[in-house]
């Protein structure tokens, strides 16, 4: 019978069927994304950065991830031989397999340590660590204490980064005791689908496909819910839920006596009779507040896990490009502005900060009056306000900018405008096809923020394989596409 392991515990506790296909249809899961990629390789860089605070530890890591063996035999012969640390120990009982990151034996003590890549304690953290201290226990290794390691996220990069202040240790030993009860249930229940191979669980759709992680499989166990459904609607707060589960699914379907939201409404008249929807009193109401001249404004951030410039904390947005559209009154040309650091003085020793070479650009690039636009504005409001607390210096000059900032994405989260080319949603990439269907990213090499900021990070940390020069003109021309289409939404706004 195939081993039950801990992520395999966690997959069929969320979902029978979940675990059924991981073992037995394969077939069904889809190709690991670049993302997926990246937090696998970020893991692996976290756990080794964690591993320092127990040095000199053995590694029972196995040669294969298909054969555990060797993986249990040194586990258990290490401990008996009284080995102070030993790192992927791994324990087997009935079938059931645990590794841990981390074991370490102090003042007569067996701790068990989770790592993980996060920067504070989840549920589902709690129940694969609760399933650890099962199989560490019935196989005769109980630990005395259990700890999950996590990221701190008030931790700031101040040079070499020291494990004992980036790392929080959360002891979660009584937690995981509460939870053996719900684990020998859980594990009896779950070999029963392991031993049926034949048989796949009968599993309806629900809240849990999506929690704790949205499920590899919903593409096939979904594939009965059409494109327009009721999962579609915005700030359901479960109302979907409610409309399925009375044979309702299709928006269209939505009997005109259902209750909705007037963003609701808009969307499924929209189904309904292709309707669209402006309220031209309020978005001229809105946009006839702003002064000339108009700055349209967008940064690129990157935001790794481990800092890579020093004060900055673990996640933090730490922009490296920005683009910027200048229109200086309503018969001027409008006027383009950009910014791109160097990714070589994000190195420890450069003598040339790339924040402080942003704050300087912006201060030519700004005048000091003029609205400053930017769709979803708190995002770039916030950097500044990162950017204003590192340099004191520049405090006033950066909250001067901060108290400037007018948010084109206002107009359609209050469905003052709505079209049904956008869905259920009022992001900027939903809104411009709508809006401006000419308006594509497609002929960019670069064409998404996501792969913008990967890119831009590999070129930091030397990882980048590629030509530098060419791809940073790709850089510069998705974020000046971004703020173009910032301008294209405004010009229709204000011609409607």
């Known amino acids: 019978m195939a081993l039950i392991s801990k992520s395999r515990f966690v997959s069929g506790v969320q979902c029978e069927k979940k675990l059924y296909y991981d073992l037995y249809r394969k077939d069904l899961k889809p190709p690991i994304s670049e993302q997926q990629k990246e937090l696998f390789s970020s893991g692996n860089i976290i756990g080794q950065?964690?591993?320092?605070?127990?040095?000199?530890?053995?590694?029972?890591?196995?040669?294969?991830?298909?054969?555990?063996?060797?993986?249990f035999k040194n586990t258990k012969q290490w401990i008996n031989e009284g080995v102070e640390t030993i790192y992927e120990a791994a324990f087997l009982d009935n079938d059931v397999m645990a590794a841990l990151d981390i074991l370490h034996h102090q003042n007569g003590e067996r701790w068990a340590i989770e790592v993980k890549s996060s920067t504070d304690v989840n549920n589902y953290h709690i129940t694969d660590a609760a399933l650890q201290y099962w199989v560490m226990s019935n196989s005769g290794f109980k630990p005395d204490k259990f700890f999950l390691m996590h990221v701190n996220n008030k931790f700031i990069k101040n040079g070499i980064i020291d494990p004992k202040e980036f790392f929080t240790l959360k002891e979660i030993t009584d937690q995981v005791i509460e939870k053996q009860y719900e684990v020998n249930h859980n594990v009896i229940r779950l070999k029963n689908?392991?031993?049926?191979?034949?048989?796949?669980?009968?599993?309806?759709?629900?809240?849990?496909?999506s929690s704790p992680f949205i499920c590899d499989y919903m593409h096939h166990c979904w594939q009965h819910i059409p494109e327009n459904s009721v999962f579609s609607l915005p700030y359901a707060r479960g109302k979907e839920w409610e409309l399925y589960e009375k044979g309702i699914v299709e928006l269209a379907s939505i009997p005109d006596e259902v209750e909705l939201s007037h963003r609701q409404k808009l969307q499924v008249e929209g189904i309904k009779h292709g309707t669209s929807y402006v309220d031209r009193t309020a978005i001229k109401e809105f946009i006839s507040d702003?002064?000339?001249p108009l700055y349209f404004f967008d940064f690129e951030t990157v935001f790794p896990l481990i800092p890579v410039l020093d004060g900055t904390t673990p996640m933090q947005?730490?922009?490296?490009?920005?683009?910027?559209?200048?229109?200086?009154?309503?018969r001027s040309e409008m006027i383009h502005r950009e910014f791109l650091a160097d990714p070589a003085s994000f190195q420890s020793g450069s003598t040339r900060n790339p924040l402080k070479a942003i704050i300087e650009q912006l201060k030519t690039d700004f005048g000091p009056n003029g609205s400053i636009v930017a769709y979803n504005a708190s995002f770039e409001m916030d950097v500044l306000r990162k950017l204003a607390i590192a340099f004191p210096e520049d405090k006033a000059f950066l909250d001067g900018l901060i108290n400037r900032f007018v948010d084109l994405l206002i107009p359609f989260r209050k469905a003052?405008?709505?079209?049904?080319?956008?869905g259920n949603s009022a992001s900027i990439k939903y809104v411009l096809p709508a809006i401006a269907p000419e308006f594509s990213y497609k002929d960019l090499e670069i064409s998404n923020g996501?792969?913008?900021?990967?890119?831009?990070?590999?070129?930091?940390?030397?990882e980048f394989?590629?030509?530098?020069?060419?791809?940073?003109?790709?850089?510069?021309?998705?974020?000046?596409?971004?703020?173009?289409?910032m301008v294209v939404i405004w010009k229709h706004l204000t011609e409607l």
Request: aromatic share 14%; hydrophobic share 30%; with cysteine.
């Open 290 to 292: 702003w002064t000339y």
């Open 465 to 485: 394989e590629g030509n530098e020069a060419e791809t940073r003109k790709n850089l510069l021309a998705y974020c000046e596409r971004d703020t173009l289409g």
């Open 49 to 71: 950065l964690a591993q320092k605070l127990y040095p000199n530890g053995k590694d029972a890591s196995p040669e294969s991830y298909y054969d555990f063996s060797s993986s």
């Open 450 to 462: 996501g792969l913008a900021s990967n890119t831009y990070l590999s070129m930091i940390l030397n």
């Open 193 to 209: 689908v392991v031993k049926n191979k034949e048989s796949e669980p009968f599993v309806k759709i629900g809240k849990h496909c």
């Open 416 to 422: 003052w405008y709505y079209k049904p080319e956008m």
């Open 317 to 330: 947005q730490v922009p490296f490009q920005y683009s910027l559209h200048i229109k200086s009154d309503d």
